[in-house]
């Protein structure tokens, strides 16, 4: 994706409308703020404590209690997450607990997983999607970088080393890249910045100096350009805070000043405030929370007070580091006229394919189509995790995916919006890990039924992210089975148990309960695939005692047993859910009996054979289905 013009900072010249109105469409807006803006300060060294303050940066005013840390461990750092987690790392005394926050809703911490090395005072920081850690106390000083992937919880890896070993290393970050700042590598205190990239592994090089030799965890925040680090010990507590651009390798330079000479302050910003709060003063630990206007030299200003003085807290936020991205706006959703595709309704034209097993080994691709255009695929980004035969939901803005294999049988869920090309994120956990599992919902729930092999349903609110919680159970334990749905019904047809069954079964989904039989296929199979309308549910395809190319339907609002719809243009097996809205259902990839790259469609109305759509960018099967935001918006 290209840089989005034109840009408040470089807004040089005259640009022509009709150049502006393309590059908004094909690059995206001027970067937009993703997070709520809230700034967190965890722990407290002195009288060992787990309270997590909260308070909003675009306002003033006391913090509020968000809730606990696992542990009473301080002394780790700041900078660590994206809007939707903020992590706290290390601790005191030496730890290698990784601990997350879910930022949009109060409550406790969870664990994430372990550092490579145990250790308090770390450096780094984190783009939208990896978090970066420099060097640390442990006791002694290191020069450990390791790092974690932000959606994905799990263990620290290895990321490279930095210059020289240091403890009490401050941090900071652009969307790009992490900074390790200052320290004390015993006994010298240092001046010097570390930085690495963070897309990449690999040790860190230098990048400048701080404008006063400064320990002890000078606490570092900043915007999309510009960084800030302030206070620590020289050895004397100061009130200093430097600033730097990230772009440009260089020195710091004096910014302003703190209210209160101190050192292991918590800090946290988003695009236009810088805040620092609590931390140790020369003769008493601090509750203070001051702030500064980033784009503005000058001295800070009182912001409010914590709920009590914090001595060396972790800190982050939801809108600082890498939160400030182009929010695109990619020209496949425009309609020649240039006017947004709707969606919703069964109106939406944008189908996902998630996942799956691919001839050229990129298990974690999401594939594009338009339903109405006919045509080959495209990319549009990756699992966060790469799993295959996992369930497959979504709303008319936002897809989910839910258990699967990668490589061995996992409980995430992951989720992306339709409206912008990227990623998976993060959403939570099943309630079960298991692969062949099978999607169903309408625009508000999702649930995932069945797997390898148990008769257990759950379900998530598409709109909220977060674990599944348990709805009920199909009338047997199977996995290989098709989802399917209506606004009211979540439909589920087939699959094995071991053996396999012809059995058709639904669930009201504002209900939660067990599943009641609706009929049945024309034959035993499993692992078939499907596609809807808001009236019609379809099936093609599936295996027993062979690959078949049946194509049969259902009237989901009336039970009974399928009639005959017609045939795939080739006999194909683990289709999975395909894309559709109220008019088209595309049966995508397979197995025939290797992986297919056959695409082909039927007009759900009316009764007759598929049609060729195009081709897959690779064979593909397994996936973790398709989602379409007509589809899944039908209500």
Request: proline share 3%; hydrophobic share 30%.
């Amino acid at each position: 994706m290209g840089e989005s013009y034109p840009r408040r900072d470089q807004a040089r010249g005259l640009w022509k409308i009709n150049d502006i109105t393309k590059n908004i469409k094909e690059d995206g807006t001027y970067p937009q703020q993703g997070g709520a803006g809230k700034g967190f300060a965890a722990g407290n060294n002195d009288s060992p404590s787990i309270e997590i303050d909260v308070v909003s940066i675009k306002t003033t005013g006391n913090s509020t209690d968000f809730g606990d840390l696992i542990s009473s461990d301080s002394n780790g750092t700041s900078c660590r997450g994206n809007a939707t987690r903020v992590i706290f790392v290390g601790g005191s005394p030496a730890s290698n607990l990784i601990q997350y926050i879910t930022p949009t809703s109060s409550g406790n911490a969870a664990d994430f997983g372990d550092l490579s090395v145990a250790r308090l005072m770390i450096g780094g920081g984190s783009s939208t999607t990896r978090a970066v850690n420099m060097g640390g106390q442990t006791p002694g000083a290191g020069n450990v970088i390791d790092f974690m992937t932000i959606p994905s919880l799990g263990n620290a890896t290895d990321f490279g080393d930095m210059n020289y070993s240091n403890r009490q290393v401050g941090g900071n970050c652009s969307t790009t890249r992490a900074f390790g700042m200052g320290g004390d590598s015993q006994p010298s205190i240092q001046d010097r910045i570390d930085m690495v990239e963070m897309s990449t592994t690999g040790n860190a090089v230098d990048f400048g100096n701080l404008k006063t030799h400064t320990a002890s965890c000078p606490q570092g925040c900043g915007s999309v350009t510009r960084g800030l680090n302030a206070g620590g010990q020289t050895p004397s507590y100061t009130a200093v805070i430097n600033t730097f651009n990230y772009g440009s390798l260089g020195n710091c330079v004096d910014f302003g000043d703190l209210t209160q000479a101190r050192r292991l302050a918590a800090a946290f910003s988003d695009t236009q405030r810088g805040c620092w709060a609590g931390g140790i003063e020369p003769s008493a630990n601090s509750n203070i929370i001051d702030f500064v206007t980033i784009s503005s030299f000058g001295n800070a200003t009182d912001f409010g007070d914590l709920t009590q003085t914090k001595d060396s807290p972790q800190s982050g936020s939801d809108s600082h580091q890498g939160i400030e991205t182009f929010q695109p706006r990619a020209p496949e959703l425009y309609s020649p006229t240039g006017k947004v595709v709707p969606s919703g309704g069964g109106v939406g034209d944008i189908c996902l394919n998630i996942g799956g097993s691919k001839d050229d080994g990129d298990t974690s691709r999401i594939g594009f189509i338009q339903i109405s255009t006919l045509g080959n695929e495209t990319d549009f980004g990756d699992q966060s995790v790469a799993a295959q035969t996992g369930g497959s939901v979504g709303s008319s803005t936002r897809a989910v995916c839910g258990g699967g294999y990668a490589p061995s049988n996992t409980n995430v869920i992951q989720y992306l919006e339709f409206a912008t090309k990227g990623n998976m994120a993060d959403f939570g956990d099943k309630t079960n890990t298991v692969q062949n599992v099978a999607g169903a919902g309408n625009d508000t729930r999702g649930l995932f039924m069945g797997g390898e092999t148990v008769n257990v349903v759950d379900y998530i609110t598409i709109a909220t992210v977060g674990n599944a919680t348990d709805f009920g159970d199909l009338l047997a334990n199977k996995a290989g089975s098709a989802g399917i749905e209506s606004t009211t019904r979540a439909i589920n047809a087939g699959g094995y148990t071991p053996s396999r069954i012809d059995v058709i079964e639904y669930f009201t989904i504002s209900s939660t309960g067990d599943a009641t039989n609706f009929g049945d296929l024309s034959s035993a199979r499993s692992q078939l695939g499907s596609v809807n309308s808001s009236t019609r549910a379809v099936f093609g395809g599936g295996f027993y005692p062979a690959v078949v190319n049946i194509i049969e339907y259902i009237t989901m609002a009336s039970t009974g047993d399928v009639t005959d719809f017609g045939d795939l243009t080739q006999a194909r097996s683990t289709l999975k859910k395909g894309g559709s809205n109220q008019t088209r259902g595309v049966f995508i990839g397979g197995l025939d009996p290797g992986n297919s790259n056959v695409m082909d469609y039927i007009t759900i109305a009316s009764t007759s054979n598929a049609t060729d759509f195009g081709d897959l960018i690779s064979p593909s099967a397994q996936f973790s289905g398709s989602q379409s935001n007509g589809h899944g918006g039908l209500s």
